[in-house]
């Protein structure tokens, strides 16, 4: 059974037999999965009125434990985004009355992002529907070659900074 990425590799070869172009093979099926479990991530979040960067950030002050709180640049660092990115996706949950923003205690110049209670019941409520998710589209595989893939992809992503 011939799959669109085989389909495009056939139209490659025969265009360019010069070229090996098998890292296509991987790389291609890499973004397909990756798009198809963007899609199915986000039909969950949208479910709860949520978007994957807004729950990215809920939960990572939810698992930060209590009092659910973080510094932007600490937030930046779990959730492994840039500080430009957390600014806007936290002024966005700061209008959704999701997260308070307040000045830090220990720096003047600093800022910390809090959950409110809003948040948290949000994120909480969202987490065993996000996990369910992520489990169906693991279904297929054992508890073996899930550890497997994720060793592969943490190879491919290189290591943690």
Known sequence: MS???DDIL?????ERPDLDVSPMAVIGRLSRAAAAVDARLSTT???HGLDSASF???ATLLRAGSPHE????????????????????????VERGLVTRRP????GRGTVV???PAGKRLVEAALPDHLA????????????????????????AGTDP
């Open 104 to 107: 830090s205690e220990r720096d």
């Open 70 to 93: 973080l510094a932007p640049k600490d937030l930046a660092h779990w959730s492994m985004v840039t500080s430009s990115a957390i600014a806007q996706r936290v002024n966005k949950l």
């Open 45 to 47: 979040f949208a479910e």
């Open 3 to 5: 799959t669109r990425v």
């Open 133 to 156: 998710t992520e489990e169906r589209i693991l279904d297929g595989f054992t508890a073996a070659e899930r550890k497997q893939l994720a060793s592969f992809l943490e190879r491919l």
């Open 56 to 58: 990215d950030v809920l």
């Open 10 to 14: 056939s139209q490659w070869r025969s």
């Open 114 to 116: 809090a959950l409110t």
